[in-house]
């Protein structure tokens, strides 16, 4: 079989180690043919591609980002732009076609998937907001990078009497806040999923300083946004006019806003980091490489077994595949659960 292989959307620790698996189980396994088509969907649209052979994979299990290179191209947005993919996978001769991406990536495989294209999707979010899956590759050593911050934000903030605001990643999601906050021992976690009032952070704060603790670090997921009359400035400080080929506006400031607001409404001297892309990028944790791995392997036992419009999760410590219509199109949610079970001892 000729199989090839993409990365889209942005780059995440474990994609190579993914790419590395799906080459060399489907080398070995079933004496497949490989080829990476380079820069994601844009690739494919321009026929632009290589060969993958096992000896080319080699040394990949513990590089972060990845070797194909990705871009956020979304071929229905383009003229003739899915006509294109589909004619061009055709020409040379591709079988199958393993993607690996998020919500908008594996969204591109469905509909091409209607249009004759026999696709397996793998997850791939740091963000770890794909329905389907309980967990993605990627989030996990996002949250590693990002515990690692707050744990050196809370000493500087501890030797200058400050309140730090860390704003992570999570467009729609509090995932990555939600568990580094808790590992690095956060006061404060504001997420996407509820609007956060901003006289009640700044309150409990300032009884935190009363109790004589006089240093505190706030985490905020860069999607997160307060409710009242706050709304409105947050989003003119955080919201961009561009958008990308998916419709989605870049994001990014709150952290700034929020830090900026405490200081006027607390007087405590306060400053703002914004992790960004550090999140993304390095190595893989060993949990994301045996994950990323195993999804590889299941994604050609897919193909072969001719399970096209299915994408492999990971449920109950088992890889499982599960249809791409249910995997894309609505975020995974944070359980508020997880932040109810450590609110009253640890936060505030």
């Keep these: 079989m000729r199989l090839a ?31 990476g088509y380079l820069d994601g969907w844009r690739g494919v649209m321009e026929r ?14 513990a590089r972060g980002g990845t070797v194909l290179g990705s871009s ?55 963000d770890n907001d794909l329905s389907g899956t309980e967990v993605t590759f990627g989030f996990h050593t996002a949250v590693q990078t990002a515990t690692e911050a707050i744990d050196r934000l809370q000493t500087t903030a501890e030797s200058h009497h400050r309140v730090i605001v860390c704003e992570v990643m999570g467009r729609h999601v509090g995932w990555i806040a939600a568990y580094a906050g808790i590992a690095g021992g956060a006061d404060e976690i504001l997420v996407p999923e509820v609007a956060f009032d901003l006289s009640a952070v700044c309150q409990r704060l300032m009884r935190r300083h009363e109790r004589g603790r006089y240093s505190s670090v706030v985490v905020v997921s860069e999607g997160a946004l307060p409710g009242g009359a706050d709304r409105e400035a947050a989003v003119a400080a955080t919201s961009s006019a561009t958008v990308d080929q998916f419709g989605h506006a870049r994001l990014g400031g709150v952290g700034a806003w929020l830090a900026e607001q405490i200081e006027a409404q607390t007087g405590f001297e306060s400053r703002h980091t914004t992790l960004g892309h550090i999140q993304r990028g390095g190595t893989p944790t060993a949990f994301d490489r045996v ?7 299941g994604a050609v036992a897919a193909v072969h077994e001719g399970a096209f419009g299915t994408m492999v999760a990971y449920q109950a410590g088992r890889i499982v595949r599960v249809p791409l219509e249910e995997a894309v199109g609505k975020p995974k949610q944070l359980d508020l659960s997880l932040l109810e079970e450590v609110a009253d001892p640890f936060l505030g």
């Design 5 to 35: 292989v993409l990365t889209g959307g942005g780059d995440c620790p474990g994609l190579n180690a993914v790419i590395r698996a799906v080459v060399v189980a489907g080398s070995r396994l079933h004496g497949d043919e490989a080829v």
């Design 48 to 61: 632009r591609s290589v060969p993958l052979r096992p000896s080319r994979v080699n040394g990949l299990l």
């Design 72 to 126: 956020r191209t979304n071929p229905f947005a383009a003229e003739e732009g899915a006509a294109a993919a589909v004619r061009n996978l055709a020409d040379d001769g591709i079988d199958a076609l393993v993607a690996i991406g998020g919500d908008d990536t594996l969204g591109v495989a469905l509909r091409l998937g209607g249009l004759g294209v026999r696709a397996v999707g793998v997850p791939k979010t740091i």
């Design 291 to 297: 994950l990323a791995t195993r999804f590889g392997v």
